[in-house]
Nanobody, 125 residues
Framework: EVQMVESGGGLVRPGGSLRLSCVASGFTFSSYAMSWVRQAPGKGLEWVSSLGSSANFGYYADSVKGRFTISRDNRKNTLYLQLNNLETVDTAMYYC??????????????????RGQGTQVTVSS
């Protein structure tokens, strides 16, 4: 059974930083490109960032480019997202997911792999 356990969220002021983690199990993590997606209050899921299985190249939504950094440790089956210079619009529940396809600077993800409870990021002064 595919499981994703996200952690690392919290309440921060604008300009602050957080590091999110996602521990995956139930599949061969090192074989999959992975993504972070988020859901703001009252909105649908939004793709944020993706990283190839070998951590060779990261893709980012324009809204987070230059502020967020995705990484992974295949030995630990863990995906990370470093969030810097946070803005109030970044407030959302963050989830990890399997990536389906990346092209022209953006990616799609498998919505059925959004299995975890998510981790809440709240940016407020």
């Amino acid at each position: 059974e595919v499981q994703m356990v996200e952690s690392g969220g919290g309440l921060v002021r604008p300009g602050g930083s957080l590091r999110l983690s996602c521990v995956a199990s139930g599949f061969t993590f090192s074989s999959y490109a992975m993504s972070w997606v988020r859901q703001a209050p009252g909105k649908g899921l939004e793709w944020v960032s993706s990283l190839g299985s070998s951590a060779n190249f990261g893709y980012y939504a324009d809204s987070v480019k230059g502020r967020f950094t995705i990484s992974r440790d295949n030995r630990k089956n863990t995906l990370y997202l470093q969030l810097n210079n946070l803005e109030t619009v970044d407030t959302a529940m963050y989830y990890c997911a399997k990536t389906l396809h990346c092209d022209f600077g953006s990616c799609t993800y498998d919505p059925q792999s959004v299995r975890g409870q998510g981790t809440q990021v709240t940016v407020s002064s």
